[in-house]
């Protein structure tokens, strides 16, 4: 069990038979009065948030959670397969899972996957991914004021917005946390 | 790039024929002398320690990881304590020094202490001053560390400084006017003027500060009536009635506290002047003693500075027969929720039973002081170390 005083971000707790992770938390006592840690818990599961007062003397359960580096193989139906490096263990996992960015994962992708009690229940992808433009329209000549796009597709089949100068085989610094074009990179 | 002094202090960076010098008074553009490398220590034209670890990480990242920042804080603090002593010495109080080890280091039930040798760290210098009440000084201030356990946060440290200071044969506005010239007199020595600064915001401590008694308060801004002598449940019952969420079995203070933390401080944070709050309900009298006209109120105030909880002084309990009932109750509630249960300071009694002239003090924590006037929002930053520096 953990007290107040393992309390760190990152900490990984159980609260009513769900998995949570510290977000934030601050130590708080009135002079006079009993002292409390103001916790903000993120669920792993859904991603919403609580903040919950942990008295000093109370206990958190910890939550059967491990964390592990996997490598991105291969898309399979709507389903995205794993490999744990350190063991070649195969993992399959939704593609519900990781959300909107998943057409952003190339092969050989190196990703932070969760388990709660050993079911995977959140994929973390590299802040950014390099990745070659395979199909754009080429931009209409003259019209490079302000933000203009236009759709460019990706090796992986995501299509994202990107300035008119970019063209077929250039290769694109994107975003997985937003979905957008970062920069054109020099290969 | 001017050279009023001889150079002195560690070479921070070497540019061409251009040197960054740290020492006393900051940081200085002077000219290079042949042979300066960046982290050497200067003095004069010859360098007097080489610095040996490589190649010098730069300011901020040197072994010690004082940024200039913290050194400037560090300045203020010292000219802060210097223009504390001066406020007490113009008043004719004489500073003592009273042990930090003792066998009795006080039984608040929300206080545990540090265990040193055979016996404990104060978590406050009270009881020995008080004894020097009885024994016959009259006015009596002292600067001193204080320790409590597990206490870490932006405004908490494990090791901290109290300024704690007494006023026999005196009642509790005495203190107040104390504390609102102490204050003002420090921040204006600090900041050049009697202007507090807290996350960006700049206060007015200028005396006299608004007043506002912990009934009101709770009254207007949780609306919770608190009448200081009903039973818990029917706290609780009202702090649910409120919107706050409490357990059933949850105690008096605890109810209290849920709604005062909840409500009323951040109502007092955003308040741009420092306020008195002033007569608590008895059962946080603590070591105050009640009022005669009404025994449901202590003769307690706090102050709060822009959130911040800077000081608590009380109308001292001067009646040993209710002292040791009171230790009594805080030792049956220690061992009740198995914290350590301290003894019974009986020196402290015996000063009690001799005689305590009608007396009023306070306990204002330097270091959140030393933040006010600085504009930190961190205790561990306006600390030579704090504990994960050490």
Not at chain 2, 57 to 63: A, D, F, I, L, S
Not at chain 2, 70 to 86: D, I, K, N, S, W
Not at chain 2, 210 to 234: F, H, K, Q, S
Not at chain 2, 267 to 291: C, F, H, S, Y
Request: glycine share 8%; charged share 25%.
């Amino acid at each position: 069990m953990y007290d107040t005083s393992d309390i760190r971000k990152g900490l990984k707790v159980l609260i009513d038979g769900n998995p949570y992770t510290v977000v934030e938390f601050q130590f708080v006592k009135p002079g006079k009065g009993a002292a409390f840690t103001r916790t903000k818990f993120k669920n792993l599961l859904t991603g919403a948030v609580i903040e919950r007062n942990i008295r000093s003397g109370e206990k958190l359960e910890p939550a059967n959670v491990e964390t592990r580096d996997m490598q991105f193989l291969y898309k399979e139906a709507g389903d995205l397969v794993f490999m744990d490096q350190s063991n070649y263990e195969q993992v399959t996992i939704s593609a519900d899972l990781v959300g909107p960015s998943h057409d952003l994962m190339k092969d050989n992708l190196p990703c932070t996957v969760v388990f709660f009690n050993e079911r995977p229940v959140d994929v973390t992808l590299p802040t950014f991914v390099i990745l070659e433009v395979t199909a754009s329209e080429p931009g209409v000549r003259g019209d490079t004021s302000g933000n203009v796009t236009k759709p460019a597709t990706l090796e992986t089949g995501a299509t994202v917005d990107v300035p008119l100068f970019i063209r077929i085989g250039d290769t694109l610094k994107i975003d997985t946390r937003t979905h957008e074009y970062v920069e054109r990179v020099n290969k | 790039m001017t050279e009023d002094r001889p150079p002195r202090g560690r070479v921070i960076a070497v540019d061409g024929d251009t040197a960054i010098l740290r020492g006393a008074g900051g940081d200085r553009r002077i000219a290079a002398r042949r042979g300066w490398r960046p982290g050497d220590l200067v003095d004069g034209d010859a360098v007097v320690q080489a610095f040996a670890g490589g190649d010098y990480p730069g300011p901020g990242t040197e072994v010690a990881r004082l940024p200039r920042s913290r050194l400037a804080r560090l300045e203020a603090r010292g000219v802060a304590l210097a223009a504390l002593r001066r406020f007490f010495a113009a008043r004719d109080f004489l500073e003592v020094e009273t042990p930090l080890l003792v066998p009795s280091p006080g039984l608040e039930i929300h206080l545990d202490a540090v265990a040193a040798g055979r016996g404990y760290l104060i978590t406050s210098p009270e009881y020995q001053m008080k004894r020097l009440l009885s024994a016959g000084f009259e006015r009596i201030y002292q600067v001193c560390k204080c320790f409590r356990a597990g206490e870490r946060g932006p405004h908490h440290a494990g090791e901290f400084t109290m300024v704690e200071w007494y006023r026999g044969y005196a009642d509790l506005d005495a203190i107040v006017r104390d504390t609102e010239e102490l204050v003002a007199e420090v921040v204006t020595a600090v900041a050049g003027a009697p202007k507090a600064r807290v996350a960006g915001r700049a206060l007015d401590v200028a005396p006299p500060w608004p007043r506002l008694t912990v009934r009101a308060a709770m009254r207007r801004w949780a609306g919770v009536e608190v009448a200081g002598d009903e039973p818990a449940p029917d706290l609780v019952a009202a702090v649910r009635a409120a919107g706050i969420a409490v357990a059933d079995d949850t105690a008096w203070d605890d109810a209290f506290f849920a709604a005062f933390l909840a409500r009323v401080e951040p109502a007092l944070a955003a308040l741009d002047r420092p306020v008195i709050l002033e007569d608590w309900p008895a059962p946080l009298a603590a070591l105050a003693r009640r009022r005669p006209d009404d025994p449901r109120t202590a003769l307690r105030f706090e102050v709060y500075v822009g959130g911040i909880e800077l000081a608590n002084a009380f109308g001292e309990l001067t009646d040993p027969v209710e002292q040791r009932a009171r230790f009594e109750h805080d030792q049956a509630i220690r061992r009740a929720r198995g914290k350590p249960v301290y003894p019974i300071d009986e020196r402290l009694l015996a000063a009690l039973a001799e005689g305590l002239p009608p007396s009023a003090g306070i306990a204002l924590g330097f270091d959140r002081l030393v933040m006010l006037a600085t504009g930190t929002d961190t205790i561990d930053q306006v600390l030579t170390f704090s504990s994960h520096e050490l």
